[in-house]
């Protein structure tokens, strides 16, 4: 995969299970490249993720369902490192490869990590998350159901800690959680799905058993 920078480059990291990858998804993907003038967004689903207390479906379908999803963003490239990693993957482990990657070149890179409030609220549990503040900035997006205070990410801002921006996103209430379950009750959201996956999920037979 050719992620070749221009000399001057905005680029924007969004990791996920994408169990399924949602309307929702796409809408945070465009928020960003467009609020963040981002010249590229890799959107990574993730292989064995460290937080995760359910079992994910398997990693070649998120993968298939994820470059449906994006097919329409031009300036996303759905990167399946993570998956390829062997062990848990760590966004620490992602960035280093980014950055390694372009040690040669003679360029000015901005990376962006881009995540909902929940993911936010966490952030300070990741692997090296000192490191991965030191080199990049948060880009949050409010969920108009979580739970996160945003006085944490301004004290963080604030003080230095973390630099974070907020992603103003348009109210789109769509949850993976929810369409698995109502998958499982027989009702395919085709709503909150792009044509493509909800295709994939019915040729697959995806969902059907409960995984949570």
């Keep these: ?7 001057y480059s905005r680029v924007g990291l969004y990791g996920g299970a994408f169990d399924p990858p949602h309307t929702g998804h796409l809408a945070l993907a465009n928020c960003a490249i467009e609020q963040l003038q981002l010249d590229r967004l890799y959107v990574l689903p993730t292989g064995q993720a460290w ?3 359910r079992s994910l479906t398997a990693a070649h379908h998120r993968l298939a369902m994820t470059l449906q ?5 031009d300036k996303v490239t759905v990167d399946d490192r993570e998956i390829r990693r062997e062990g848990p993957t760590y966004t620490i482990d992602t960035l280093n490869e980014l950055k390694e990657h372009h040690s040669d070149a003679v360029f000015f890179i901005v990376i962006f990590i881009v995540m909902g409030a929940d993911q936010a609220q966490q952030f300070q ?5 000192q490191q ?3 080199h990049a900035t948060l880009a949050v997006a409010q969920r108009p159901s979580s739970t996160e205070n945003p006085a944490r990410t301004d004290e963080w801002h604030n003080q230095s800690l973390i630099k974070t921006i907020r992603l103003n996103m348009p109210i789109k209430m769509v949850s993976a959680t929810d369409i698995r379950s109502r998958i499982r009750q027989g ?10 996956v909800s295709q994939y999920i019915q040729q ?3 969902y059907l058993e409960p995984h949570d």
């Design 1 to 7: 995969m050719d992620l070749s920078p221009l000399a």
């Design 51 to 53: 937080h995760k207390t």
């Design 69 to 73: 999803n994006f097919e329409s963003c």
């Design 125 to 129: 549990t990741w692997k090296h998350w």
């Design 132 to 134: 991965i503040a030191s």
């Design 187 to 196: 009702a395919l959201p085709t709503e909150d799905l792009m044509p493509a």
């Design 204 to 206: 697959h037979h995806l």
